[in-house]
């Protein structure tokens, strides 16, 4: 049975808080060409990338929208994506179709990929390494983080894990996990933003996008919104005056009553107050804007 989701909380800001990401699978690329080939479909820069080395980024359609989000960790001899699970099979023919004349080879792995949140998440990340595993360090939330890709049951995942409960930390679930980071204004694919999103609209082109490398795909329209205008929304972190959390879909309310966006996860932060992250109007996206949740006072934070 998983720990409390208050307990997680504590540990993502105490010790370690480790959690598998089924909704996540493994993609391993090799070839000489690995680094350069990636780089010309992924929104982060590789070029100056080495061993040990993870990189949050997005892979996109051909017009800019997020096909999914993509954490890179850097091995010897090898790139491991771990790439959202229900999106495998159309991202897989996409990077297929843009292979050339590049040495390089995709593969779908069997690791099971583990994000680790918390100050102590690098001594867990060390033993997973001793023992065989890779992974890097990886801040997420902002209290410190890395991501292990080991072998389900082997023995770089028995050590991260041993090191973790030495720690005084456990593993999560996702329960816990959508307290953790919508606490810390976190967005999580399928939930907060899906293929139907841009990334400036998801908050994420300063986490997984460089505009300073070469071309990409969809690169051109995500640079065109970010040097030649915004987006029409953009997902917020809200302050909401409620001790009970508004579900998904909530409409986000104007001074007029009139609605301006919408609820797509919260979590209960206090004995009277909720986060929520919040899909809204551009005009509205400012910190300290007030508006209304079902009823409740709230204010971009």
């Known amino acids: 049975m998983s720990a409390a989701a208050d307990e997680q909380l504590v540990w993502s800001r105490t010790s370690t808080l480790a959690l598998a990401a089924p909704r996540q699978c493994v993609l391993e690329v090799t070839g000489t060409d690995r680094l350069s080939w990636l780089n010309g479909l992924l929104t982060c820069d590789l070029s100056k990338r080495g061993e040990g080395d993870v ?36 991202l897989v ?7 050339m004349m590049e040495d390089a080879e995709l593969h779908r792995g069997s690791d099971i990929p583990w994000f ?11 033993s997973a390494r001793e023992a065989g595993g ?3 360090v990886l801040d997420i939330t902002g209290s410190g983080g890395a991501v292990v890709v080991t ?42 933003f899906d293929d139907t ?51 998904a879909h909530t409409a986000v309310q104007d001074a007029k009553a009139v609605a301006i966006g919408e609820v797509t996860s919260s979590a ?27 009823g409740h006072s709230a204010r971009v934070v």
């Open 55 to 90: 990189v949050q980024g997005l892979a996109l359609a051909q017009k800019g929208k997020i096909v999914s989000d993509v954490v890179a960790v850097v091995a010897k001899e090898r790139v491991l994506l771990i790439v959202q699970r229900r999106t495998v099979d159309g």
């Open 93 to 99: 023919a996409s990077f297929e179709h843009h292979l």
């Open 116 to 126: 680790l949140h918390g100050p102590l998440a690098a001594r867990a990340l060390a």
């Open 134 to 136: 890779t992974g890097g």
């Open 151 to 192: 072998t389900s049951g082997g023995a770089s995942e028995a050590a991260m894990l041993a090191a973790v409960h030495d720690a005084g930390g456990g593993v999560g679930d996702d329960a816990g996990w959508d307290v953790v980071r919508v606490l810390a204004g976190v967005p999580r694919f399928d939930v907060d």
């Open 197 to 247: 999103t841009y990334p400036q609209e998801a908050g994420l082109e300063t986490s997984a996008v460089s505009f300073e490398k070469g071309c990409y795909l969809g690169q051109e329209v995500v640079c065109m919104l970010q040097m030649r205008g915004h987006v029409k929304r953009k997902l917020v972190s809200l302050a909401v005056a409620s001790a009970d959390p508004p579900g």
């Open 268 to 294: 209960r932060a206090g004995e009277s107050e909720t986060r929520a992250l919040a899909m809204l109007k551009y005009a509205f996206i400012a910190s300290g804007t007030e508006v209304t949740v079902d």
